[in-house]
Each structure stands twice: as structure tokens, then as C-alpha cells.
């Protein structure tokens, strides 16, 4: 599976946009790139996935570099109860490919 | 609807005991998973079923853990002889069809093992 990087912890302001950066360098061509975020006490909570195209849902945005090698997951209104632990996961779209592979996550930390 | 459901919440073992923890999974959810969160870290995958077939184990860290799922639903998994380095929270997970690399997981609470 592909190693992905990320900040270890960010900070911001509640109202503003939360930009949330992830290197994948070494992707292939038929992985997808995922985020989920585990709030506090919580289990993971699946946020948005994407291949090559720009994402949007209800909860955040997805933007991938053209080569695929970084991608944002961006929040756009983050409110406190958006503080939690970020993972982005690149995931092979392979036959029996299931697991997901956490590396450490951004802490996010939403503040008044 | 329900969501992944795990049981117990919390649970206190004297090193050596055996631990029993479940997991009831979405109705209908064809596969189902085993993560270990050491404190600080990230889920480690554990374990995969597809119904009642267990079809990756590769993440089980010693001969003490083992899992079930008999009917293709709940699934229980087990750890003989408990030691300290099994603390950790275990996370099930579940998902609805085989094989596709797209779908999501969804996630239970977890349960907390301490190993005194």
C-alpha cells in the first residue's frame, strides 16, 4: 500500500476553512485516495474518497493534484465538533484489497 | 438504523485470563473487520471476514487471538492469556458488498482492554 504523510497536528479558527494536506507520492494509478477522521472516544468515521477527480458531499471537499501525488481534504465551515484526528488512506482497487491502513493522522483541533 | 454495536464498552483483565469481546455488525453487511488502536496510534487491521469466511488474518499479532463469525454476522474475537500488551481499544468495522475497494467501512465504538 502506498505510504501517505501528514502534519501531525493543525490548528483552526472555528468559522474558517480547514485545509488538511496529504502526501501519497508513491500512489498508483488504481488506488483511491480516503479520508476518515476519528472524533475523541469514537471509531473512524468515513469523511470522502476520491481517484483523480475533485470530491464534494455534505462534509467536506476533496481536491487531488493532477499527478496524484498530494491531495486537501477541505472543511469548509469547521465548527468544535469537527476537532478529531484525520487519516488519509490510499486504498488499491484490487480483488480481496479490503483493510485500511491508518499511518498516524492529523489532530485537528477546532478552536473557539 | 443501528450501527455497529460492540460489547463491552470497557473491559479490565488480569494478565492471563481469556477476553471474549463482540461485535454486532450493520444487518446485512457482507463484510466485517478487526482493528487494534494502541493509545497515540492509528487502527491496525486485524482481521477480515467476507459472511462467515475469515479470508485475511494476516494482522493477528500471536497465536492468542482468534475470531469468529459462525453465521455470518456477529463475530466475536478472542485473546487466551491475555498479557499487558494487548491493551489497546479493538474497533470492528463493517461494509456493506465484497470486493470493491470503494466502500466504506463504518466503524463501531470500540472496546477499551486493559490488561492489569
Known amino acids: 500500500d502506498a505510504k501517505t504523510t501528514q502534519p501531525p497536528s493543525m490548528d483552526c479558527a472555528e468559522g474558517r476553512a480547514a485545509n488538511l494536506p496529504c502526501n501519497h507520492s508513491t500512489i498508483s494509478g488504481n488506488e483511491y485516495v480516503y479520508w476518515y477522521r476519528q472524533i475523541h472516544s469514537q471509531g473512524p468515521q468515513y469523511i470522502i474518497h476520491?481517484?483523480?477527480n475533485n470530491e464534494t458531499n455534505e462534509m467536506a471537499s476533496l481536491i487531488i493534484t493532477e499527478d496524484r501525488k498530494s491531495s486537501t481534504l477541505i472543511l469548509p465551515h469547521a465548527t468544535l465538533r469537527d476537532t478529531a484526528v484525520y487519516y488519509c488512506?490510499?486504498?488499491?482497487?484490487?480483488?480481496?484489497?479490503?483493510?485500511?491502513?491508518f499511518g498516524q493522522g492529523t489532530r485537528l483541533t477546532i478552536n473557539p | 438504523g443501528a450501527g455497529v454495536s460492540q460489547s463491552p464498552r470497557y473491559k479490565v483483565a488480569k494478565r492471563g485470563q481469556d477476553v471474549a469481546l463482540r461485535c454486532d455488525p450493520i444487518?446485512?453487511?457482507?463484510?466485517l473487520f478487526w482493528y487494534q488502536q494502541a493509545l497515540g496510534q492509528g487502527p491496525e487491521f486485524l482481521t477480515y471476514?467476507?459472511?462467515?469466511?475469515?479470508?485475511?488474518k494476516s494482522g493477528l499479532p500471536s497465536d492468542r487471538f482468534f475470531a469468529e463469525r459462525p453465521e455470518g454476522s456477529v463475530s466475536t474475537l478472542k485473546i487466551q492469556r491475555t498479557q499487558q500488551e494487548d491493551s489497546a481499544v479493538y474497533l470492528c468495522a463493517s461494509s456493506l458488498v465484497r470486493d470493491t475497494s470503494t466502500n466504506e467501512q463504518f466503524f463501531g465504538p470500540g472496546t477499551r482492554l486493559t490488561v492489569l
Open positions: 444487518s446485512g453487511h457482507v463484510s
Open positions: 476520491g481517484l483523480k
Open positions: 471476514f467476507q459472511n462467515e469466511a475469515q479470508l485475511d
Open positions: 488512506i490510499v486504498r488499491p482497487l484490487i480483488q480481496g484489497a479490503q483493510k485500511l491502513v
